[in-house]
């Protein structure tokens, strides 16, 4: 089941990356810790685009071509015009008490925006948290709630299922998408192992067999999963099965991947020593992203 494609270095020096993204020939990312979102080319090389003082995380755009960027500690929605200028494309401080994290836009413009529900990189109690719905003029409201963790999104080929990781449940769970951006029949898309329950954070991340990240998803609708805490990422498919798997050979943890590249195939890994020694300021520099290549192309969204 291993993938046997090596895995290549792009560039190092990061705080902590997520949100990854091809967009306009650019891997784009936010590098939370640092308060930044940034591009690189193929080659590696980092242009910084934009300073979030609330920490960046999710990456997304609206039809025309505006930049959204999840302001985490703030709950706030960022937009950036083509032109550079940012505004607050949404207050979701209102709805949500804990930090936002990852998000996926439609090719109408709704976003999905989920909230880890409760203060992980302080030891907090592990509670549930919710998916937000961002209309195109910015109106927020609750699309999903009572999710554990909700982190990567991606949306299938046809536009009509979003598809949620519950990082501390081993699961993915997925929703249909009305014309209206509304989500219903919520359902399990792959459940791998059991789900801890609502037990301690530590004992739930001991017993996840999958811990499910960052995501990107193939022309088949197949999900790549970064598995944050097995250092792998793994591709799902729609019966719910692992059929594929790729580890880093320098054994970090991979906390988010993307699919891009000029054909589609390469598969960007996130990755980072430690996630809570990034976040606590421990370590500030040992971030890499890293590529692979892949057979099957991107395909629906992001």
Known sequence: ????????????????????????????????????????DT???RTDVMHVPNNPSGLGWLPDGSLLVVSMHDRKLLRRSPGGEVSVHSDLSHLCAHELNDMVVTASGHAYVGTIGFAIAEGDELRPGAVYRVDPD?????????LICPNGMVITNDGRTLIVAESFSSRLTAFTIGDDGTLSGQRVWAQVGEDPGLVPLPEAMAKAELWPDGCAIDAEDHVWVADAGHKRVVRIDPSGAI??????????????????????????????????????????????LKTTTVSVPHGGRP
């Open 1 to 40: 089941m291993t993938t046997t494609s090596p895995v290549q270095l792009l560039a190092s020096g990061g705080h902590y990356f997520e949100g990854a993204r091809w967009h306009d020939g650019r891997w784009w990312v936010s590098d939370i810790y640092a308060q930044t979102v940034c591009t690189y």
């Open 43 to 45: 080659a590696g090389n």
């Open 138 to 146: 910015g109106t927020p409201s609750v699309a999903a709630d009572d």
């Open 243 to 288: 059929v594929d798997e790729i580890r880093d050979g320098d054994e970090l943890g991979i906390y988010a991947c993307a699919l891009g590249g000029e054909d589609g195939r390469t598969l960007l890994l996130c990755s980072v020593p430690d996630f809570f020694a990034a976040a606590t300021g421990a370590d500030t520099d040992k971030a890499v």
